[in-house]
């Protein structure tokens, strides 16, 4: 009796002991490639975004993993309306796919008709609302 | 993630707790719970380090203490497994290293401090050293004396100096502006320094820290200067040294060779690297279990060698996690280096780093063999409060480092030496681990085999091995005591020199050592017996019980009458080649091995050696049976009677004719003079022929060890000088294998002592396979041999025979057997007494017919 508990235990612990392991190496991978996107060791898709700003046409590319879309002016893609929040949305490439998470800013964020609650992932064509402000996403894929 | 540590390490801890149950097969739940005073203790210091960190370094490394954590929390359970007297001092010094980890967290700037008192620190670890020339102790009371003493506890300043010289070094290198580097004003210092405190350790013999010193200054060396080509250095540098040191150190010399071939000398001076690697292969793959193992085989296994007990009891799957984790604390820090704000910041996380690497790679490569043993300490895991303590201060520099770090994107050229240095560290402990792997795997089996494997007794004290039994099932060796004191108790200790022993001190001989698998319950078991406790127990199953042939009536009855005279007396069924009796004098009482060990080593009379089956007397006047056979053949005539005046010259003959007035048949009571004359006639190359059918020159397959026989010699030897046969070295079983041969009409039978064995169903299996008999000679001139040599009194055939040993001690032979008339079993004997007894000889041979008549 003493033996079978003895023995569960001890296969309990490697599981646990193994599972830390585990879960050590998978963050520390995803940080390692977090700073590899970083510093552009990955490839990434060209994100392209084009917004009207002032009944003008605003064209913008990105290269970078993260691109953020808000009224401040330090935003990636600022997008002048009173409805938009100064940081109001960000996207970002990672598991091979571009992806759009709202700030929790005050009008929300709207994937044609719906209301963007966790991050989603985006595709070529798709245009986001933010308040009364829109852009429209183009996805250039890697060669 | 820390959570997840307390419950390993509370897992580690549970099985610790039912070890002791599970070794003795108790019917009970039996916990050990002293095993939870350390787990306290270890939750305790952690929970303070945890609470101060998560305060005071929010944005720290997340990783870096949930696995300096776990490292020392397995550590401290392991030491206090192996000694809970200094698991006990390991769990205050964790307290106390937590203690200072917190007091040293809180001091502000301290990073700032650390760096402009440089000199300061330097300074107070080099004193600490030299005090130990005038003031310092060895805790062990002898050896190196490395250790300063206050109150009851020992600090070793080795280990803080490796701290205070990277703070140094660091601080010194950051000073420097990069473009100027030279090598006069930049490097020139740091050698001074750094060849100071090596000249130090070394006038202390400490060569295994002054080896680190010098390593983790070319490291640094290496990122400073940003020369990766300074790497080779390092190898370079420990052949010169390891060449110089080989020829001005004994210590260096006897590790060297050992590190060489440590299966050399695995019972002297390679013992502890030789115990080293059969832990590892005991451990396997998932180890023995917490608590079931027995890695206090290896000497020094709570500090130098932690890492082998951790190998046996948590296996393959215990030392890798132990090797990764810490890989991944020394890969965090380098990255930590290379994200750090300051230059000063950037060395000193690097340092620590490479100091934890090569302390790991050093400690952990010797354990295994890969490199010299040099005694320093594994990380967090090693008993050693010094070490314990600096290196919880470093990991907590390393975590406020973590804490400073910048954005700006370091350039290639400076992260360049830091990457190789990383990758070379990976690859090294990718390489350990392989060969950790290979030693617990591919080799497990040979490695486990070897002769100075001590496990077998701690078995045999808690799984029973199986009883020796006698023909008729009267126990002759058996257990006594329960799981966990069971002890060896020969019931016929008369028969000592046959059974033999197994003993944990003196290892194990005679039937014990030959039939060990199948006592031990490695063979006739089903493979998922064995398997089975293995996993729970980490014991064999209980050992199967082995008859032998031996019949204890008559092996007592022969063992009176030979009485205090040395000899030998074999007798066997001379057809089935069954050994019933088998004694040898003087013997020994194998239950009193423990007080009588040194005398019987010391004894002339040698005791221990079974006569029967190793002793080696000449053949003498006995020659007569084995070349009658060859002199009818070469058709030489023997004189017939013999001249009495020979006879009469020939004292031992004459005695032996006296005894029983059969007739002055020289032949039959060895005369040296009808011995000498049949010698010189024979043809040389019947007669060699007929020795070696005899078996005179092989030795006997048997379940015990018998002499190495003599080599035959060739043709023209013989011809040259025939009376050598007399001189020929042979063993009683040998000749009472002769006896046997001539018993059973000229067909030689193998000698058989073991039975068989009893499978857990109650059958009882026969061991060994059927042997043919070697036909020797013709049937008719057997029976001629038997009728040349028969007894008018009684249904027996004998002939003795007189050697001496060593010039002048006699030796008196007899061999025999019955004649066809006789209706009962067909019995050979050969007896060997080492005195001149013609009488007692006689009277023994005579009791083969009482015997065979009563059985």
């Not at chain 1, 996107?37 to 009207?52: H, K, M, S, V």
């Not at chain 2, 060969?435 to 799984?463: C, H, M, T």
């Not at chain 2, 197994?502 to 493979?527: D, K």
Request: with cysteine; proline share 5%.
């Amino acid at each position: 009796m003493n033996a079978i508990v003895g023995l569960a235990l001890r296969i309990l612990m490697f599981v646990c002991l193994y599972a830390f392991l585990g879960m050590a190496v998978w963050l520390l991978w995803k940080s390692i490639s977090g700073s590899m996107l970083r510093r552009g060791i990955i490839a990434i898709p060209t994100l392209t975004l084009a917004t009207t700003i002032d009944d003008e046409q605003v064209i913008r590319t990105f290269t970078s993993s993260e691109v953020t879309i808000g009224r401040n002016l330090d935003s990636d893609l600022i997008l002048k309306d009173e409805t938009v929040s100064g940081r109001h949305g960000r996207m970002t490439y990672r598991l091979n796919q571009w992806w759009y998470e709202d700030l929790k800013s005050t009008n929300g964020s709207w994937l044609d008709d719906l209301k963007i609650e966790e991050p989603i992932v985006i595709k070529d064509n798709d245009t986001i609302y933010c308040g009364d402000a829109f852009f429209k996403i183009y996805i250039k894929p890697i060669d | 993630m820390l959570l997840l540590v307390c419950v390993v390490v509370g897992l580690f801890t549970a099985s610790l707790c039912v070890a002791e149950g599970t070794r003795t097969h108790s019917e009970d739940f039996v916990y050990t719970w002293h095993y939870l005073i350390p787990y306290f203790f270890w939750l305790i210091s952690t929970f303070l380090i945890q609470r101060n960190i998560e305060r005071k370094l929010p944005n720290r490394d997340p990783w870096i203490f949930p696995f300096t954590a776990a490292l020392t929390g397995i550590g401290m359970l392991m030491i206090w497994r192996l000694s809970p007297d200094l698991g006990l001092r390991q769990s205050f010094w964790y307290l106390l290293g937590s203690l200072l980890f917190i007091a040293l967290l809180s001091v502000p700037d301290l990073i700032k401090i650390l760096k402009n008192y440089k000199y300061v620190w330097l300074f107070i670890g080099l004193i600490l050293i030299a005090l130990t020339f005038v003031v310092g102790v060895n805790p062990t009371g002898s050896g190196q004396r490395l250790w300063l003493q206050v109150f009851d506890f020992y600090i070793q300043p080795s280990e803080p100096l490796k701290l205070l010289l990277i703070i140094y070094l660091a601080a010194f290198f950051a000073e420097q502006v990069r473009p100027n580097i030279s090598w006069i004003s930049s490097i020139f210092p740091t050698l001074v320094v750094v060849g100071f405190a090596g000249l130090l350790l070394i006038a202390q013999r400490d060569l295994g820290t002054a080896s680190i010193f010098v390593s983790i200054y070319i490291l640094m060396l290496v990122v400073t200067t940003q020369r990766r080509r300074l790497l080779w250095v390092i190898p370079a540098l420990a052949i010169v040294a390891g060449t110089i040191g080989y020829f001005a150190f004994d210590v260096v010399q006897t590790r060297v060779d050992i590190w060489l071939n440590p299966w050399l000398d695995p019972s002297g001076s390679a013992w502890q690297i030789a115990q080293a690697q059969i832990a590892i292969a005991t451990g396997g793959i998932t180890g023995t279990g917490p608590g079931l193992g027995s890695p206090q085989f290896v000497p020094v296994a709570v500090s130098d060698f932690i890492f082998t007990a951790i190998g046996e009891e948590l296996g393959l799957l215990g030392t890798g996690a132990v090797l990764l984790s810490l890989l991944f604390i020394i890969l965090r820090g380098i990255n930590i280096a290379l994200s750090s704000k300051t230059t000063f910041g950037r060395y000193l996380a690097f340092g620590i780093s490479a100091y934890l690497a090569l302390q790991t790679v050093m400690i952990v490569s010797g354990n295994l063999g890969l490199f010299p043993l040099t005694g320093i300490t594994l990380p967090f895991l090693s008993y050693g409060g010094s070490s314990l303590v600096t290196n919880l201060v470093a990991i907590m520099l390393l975590l406020k480092m973590s804490t400073q770090t910048s954005a700006q994107e370091v350039p290639e050229t400076v992260r360049s030496p830091y990457k190789w240095v990383a990758g070379i560290t990976s690859a090294i402990f990718v390489l350990i681990i392989g060969w950790n792997g290979y030693l617990a795997f591919p080799n497990q089996q040979e490695l486990i085999a070897k002769a100075e494997n001590p496990r077998w007794a701690v078995y045999d004290r808690y799984s029973p091995r199986g009883d020796i039994l006698a023909l008729a099932g009267e126990k002759l060796a058996e257990n006594v005591g329960e799981s966990g004191s069971y002890q060896r108790r020969v019931t016929a200790p008369e028969l000592s020199n046959t059974i033999g022993y197994a003993h944990a001190g003196f290892g194990q001989s005679g039937i014990e050592s030959s039939q060990y698998q199948i006592l031990r319950g490695y063979v006739g078991v089903p493979w998922q017996d064995g398997w089975l406790h293995d996993m729970l127990y980490n014991q064999p199953p209980p050992g199967l019980h082995i008859k032998t042939n031996l019949n204890l009536a008559l092996q007592q009855q022969v063992d009176e009458l030979l009485g205090d005279h040395a000899g030998a007396v074999v007798i066997m069924n001379a057809r089935t080649g069954e050994i019933y009796t088998m004694a040898s004098h003087p013997s020994f009482d194998a239950n009193r091995l423990s007080e009588t060990w040194e005398s019987l080593l010391s004894r002339s009379d040698a005791p221990l050696l079974n006569r029967a089956t190793q002793g080696s007397y000449p053949l003498g006047t006995l020659a007569t049976t084995l070349v009658l056979e060859s002199a009818w053949e070469s058709n030489s005539v023997m004189q017939q009677p013999l001249d009495s005046d020979l006879i009469r010259l020939d004292p031992y003959c004459r005695q032996a004719m006296q005894i029983e007035a059969e007739g002055q048949n020289g032949l039959r009571y060895g005369c040296e003079s009808s011995s000498e004359e049949l010698l010189n006639s024979v043809d040389p190359t019947l007669l060699l022929d007929n020795l070696i059918e005899f078996g005179i020159f092989s030795s006997p397959d048997l379940a015990i060890q018998t002499s190495q026989p003599e080599n035959p010699p060739s043709v023209e030897e013989l011809d040259h000088d025939p009376l050598q046969v007399m001189n020929f070295k042979v063993s009683p079983l040998q000749m009472a294998i002769a006896a046997a041969t001539i018993t059973n009409d000229g067909l030689r039978p193998a000698p058989r002592l073991v039975n068989s064995y009893q499978t857990q169903d109650g059958n009882w299996q026969a061991i060994g396979e059927e042997r043919a008999e070697t036909v020797v000679m013709a049937a008719s001139t057997a029976r001629r041999l038997r009728e040349e040599l028969a007894s008018s009194t009684q249904s027996l055939w004998y002939q003795t025979g007189h050697a001496f040993i060593n010039d002048d001690q006699p030796l008196t032979w007899y061999i025999g057997g019955t004649m066809p008339g006789w209706t009962g079993t067909p019995l050979a004997i050969a007896i060997a007494i080492e005195a001149n007894a013609p009488e007692l000889v006689q009277t023994i041979g005579g009791m083969l017919l009482s015997f065979s008549s009563t059985n």
